[in-house]
């Protein structure tokens, strides 16, 4: 029996099997949810919630989410903590764990929640960091398991940024049998660790892992295509210059058509910055699923919370 798993960092560390009992356990939380049953599985815990950035589905889903278990949340801007004024993340995390049952953190450095998960003797999720994002990878793959019956030998095209949300989406493709190809400007690729990573773990599902700039060859036959922000949180200052060069990778109408296929799906994380990254049209046609998936944050990280706090 493996070791009961205390923390969710990177879906680099998460095995197939336990992803596929997360998803089976959503499902039902889903459907309960749907029916108004009261679910319990989280009675009396408590959850904080760190956010170094903003949020809206992240912090609400997981509000929420707690709420629905029978459990409760704390939202911590880190800006009001100690943590701002120099109090040690280890600290913070020693400190927190004498006090609730689980820490949800956003942060800048993907070091700091490695530290929170090193420090802290609760569960750790990771809410986004510069690096990852593994909670949205999680629920983009419910969604599209939901949507196309399974997702071994599935082909997603990601368009845009090689950012945190691209980086898990690779990492999970891998576990998972899911080949996504990367269509970046050049200079915006995905880390090469991440990718070479993919790669190595992709063998053993029969995912195809390649970072491509050609737009019309990268989305052919792609069963979803999704897209992110072209600027990310604290890439601010990089705006206006990453307008021009992400221009020509649009997710618009004609790549939708360059697929070849007519039951793509469109997903995107959210937010979404209409008229930049995606189109009104393609984000508002019958091809988008992004409403779906946003909704799945909820459901997927319930399973998380009662696997991991449960
Ligand atoms: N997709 C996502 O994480 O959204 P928020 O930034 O609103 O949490
Ligand atoms: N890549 C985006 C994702 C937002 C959910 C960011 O980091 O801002």
Not at 229 to 248: H, K, N, T, Y
């Amino acid at each position: 029996m493996p070791k009961k798993r205390k923390d969710l960092i990177t879906l680099a560390d998460v095995r197939a099997q336990e992803i596929y009992g997360w998803f089976e356990l959503a499902r039902k939380l889903k459907k309960q949810t749907r029916s108004g049953k009261t679910q319990t599985h989280l009675r009396g815990k408590i959850l904080a919630m760190i956010f170094q950035k903003p949020s809206t589905r992240t912090r609400v889903s997981f509000e929420v989410g707690m709420r629905q278990l029978g459990g409760h949340a704390l939202y911590l801007a880190s800006s009001e903590l100690q943590i701002g004024r120099g109090e040690t993340v280890a600290d913070t995390a020693r400190v927190l764990s004498r006090y609730v049952q689980g820490i949800l953190a956003r942060v800048f450095a993907h070091s700091d929640i490695e530290e929170l998960s090193r420090w802290a003797s609760v569960p750790v999720l990771n809410g986004l960091s510069d690096l990852t994002h593994p909670c949205q990878a999680l629920a983009d793959y419910f969604t599209l398991l939901e949507k196309k019956g399974k997702l071994k030998g599935l082909k997603i095209a990601y368009l845009g940024d090689g950012n945190n949300v691209a980086h898990s989406l690779l990492l999970g493709g891998a576990k998972l049998g899911v080949s996504v190809t990367c269509i970046t400007p050049a200079g915006y690729e995905p880390k090469p660790n991440v990718l070479r990573q993919a790669i190595e773990e992709g063998k053993s599902t029969g995912a195809s892992f390649e970072v491509t700039s050609e737009i019309a060859r990268g989305v052919r036959g792609a069963d979803a295509l999704y897209t992110d922000v072209w600027a990310s949180m604290g890439q601010e200052a990089e705006r206006d210059a990453r307008l021009q060069i992400f221009r020509p990778y649009q997710l618009n109408e004609d790549v939708l058509a360059a697929t070849g296929k007519k039951d793509t799906l469109v997903l995107h994380c959210l937010p979404a910055h209409r008229g930049e990254e995606i189109t009104d049209g393609v984000m508002d046609s019958a091809h988008s699923v992004v409403f779906e998936e946003a909704e799945n944050r909820l459901h997927v990280q319930k399973a998380l919370l009662v696997s991991l706090m449960g």
